[in-house]
């Protein structure tokens, strides 16, 4: 199940990227975040409200960085925005997809935000540049 919500969440993730894209091109990039973010936000509600089996009060015993998610997200959905604007759909999101794959990497390779350490080898930098080559022939057969 993990591979089938890991898909998903990537194919939401493009498609979210490419409409809020067009959004911030007739709103404004910060309004189309303010959107974006508020209807998150108001769905999430709803989810708490009809499927939360938590529990809010707990919140004060996370850790400091499990408040960043916000913070986080704001940058995440601004700097997609960004990229998509700047290259295409396909280049910013091959972009983002290495980035995202160096810094899991470097989280779980060192055990950072709670993760177990699971040591670093260099097959994986390997697989980045692999990524990256995959960008390079990507591109290749682009005008």
Known sequence: ???LFSAL??????VQGVVNTRL???VGLYESNAFVQGTAFALSLL????????????LGQAPWYGYLGGVLGLG???FVM?????LSPALATMTILIAQMAASAL???FGWL?????GFQWKQLFAVGLMLGGIVLFQSGRR
């Open 107 to 109: 989280i779980e390779g």
């Open 47 to 58: 989810a708490v409200w009809l499927l939360g089996k938590g529990d809010l009060r707990q």
């Open 114 to 118: 709670g993760t177990e350490a699971a």
């Open 82 to 86: 960004l990229g998509i604007g700047n």
């Open 24 to 26: 911030s091109e007739k």
């Open 9 to 14: 969440a990537g194919l939401l993730m493009s």
């Open 76 to 78: 995440i959905t601004v």
């Open 1 to 3: 199940m993990g591979f």
